[in-house]
């Protein structure tokens, strides 16, 4: 079965620091991967997605960046950390074609920026 | 671009009753419609997902319709449990290819026992 992992659960960053949230999928190969983020009592908000390795979009212009270095791995990181940068990060993969498939999550990142 | 409402904040209602969510869009109809489940501090959990030419679908004690005429989604749990108690994400497909979607705020439920 597929699975998803993802880390740290918790984070706390000062301003200005760099980061790096990491997600591996396991049991499936080529999925589609996606980071969103959630703002506290809020629905979920596209950050990137990926189809294949090296390939990334982004859909918000904002202090973050996106990598896909293995087709398994989705990284998300920054250079400089804002205090508007943080919130309730979470990776997703999908079935492609979305045929029947919604999102599996991850267990997400709190991230506070301090 | 699409906007999803998901109806009031909260709503609470005593266990053994049908708890029912509605999902309203604004725009084109997509071609799937998800529903989801999210405790605190856990990611969303996928429950279930009903295509634009489906009317209903169902899993155990629960059942989505969809109705591209009112533009709504509606998620009903019948028998409901304390169990139940989460708060519940709507989301659109917007894109097929890309398999991204857009999300409602969610709608918190409460089951008193």
């Known amino acids: 079965s597929q699975t998803i992992h993802q880390w740290p659960a918790t984070l706390v960053q000062p301003v200005g620091s760099p980061l790096s949230l990491e997600c591996t999928v396991e049991?499936?190969?080529?999925?589609?991967l996606y980071w969103y983020r959630q703002a506290a009592g809020r629905g979920l908000q596209l950050l990137f997605y990926?189809?294949?390795?090296?390939?990334i979009s982004s859909e918000v212009p904002q202090n973050l960046s996106a990598s896909r270095p293995q087709d398994r791995q989705f990284i998300l990181s920054s250079k400089k950390l804002l205090l508007s940068d943080s919130g309730f990060y979470l990776c997703?993969?999908?079935?492609?074609?979305?045929?029947?498939?919604?999102?599996?999550f991850g267990s997400g990142t709190r991230l506070t920026v301090v | 671009s699409q906007k999803i409402e998901q109806n009031s904040e909260a709503l609470n209602i005593q266990e053994g009753k049908t708890a029912t969510l509605t999902c309203n869009y604004t725009n084109y109809s997509p071609a799937y419609l998800q529903w989801y489940r999210q405790d605190p501090g856990r990611g969303p959990v996928f429950l279930l997902l009903i295509r634009e030419n489906e009317k209903e679908k169902r899993k155990e004690r629960l059942k989505v319709t969809f109705d591209t005429t009112l533009k709504q989604s509606l998620f009903h749990i019948t028998a409901s449990q304390p169990a139940d108690s989460a708060t519940y994400l709507c989301?659109?497909?917007?894109?097929?290819?890309?398999?991204?979607?857009?999300f409602g705020d969610g709608t918190t439920l409460t089951v008193k026992p």
């Open positions: 989301a659109l497909d917007i894109d097929t290819n890309a398999g991204k979607s857009t």
């Open positions: 997703a993969w999908r079935g492609t074609g979305g045929l029947n498939y919604g999102y599996t």
């Open positions: 049991g499936t190969s080529n999925p589609n």
């Open positions: 990926s189809v294949g390795i090296g390939q």
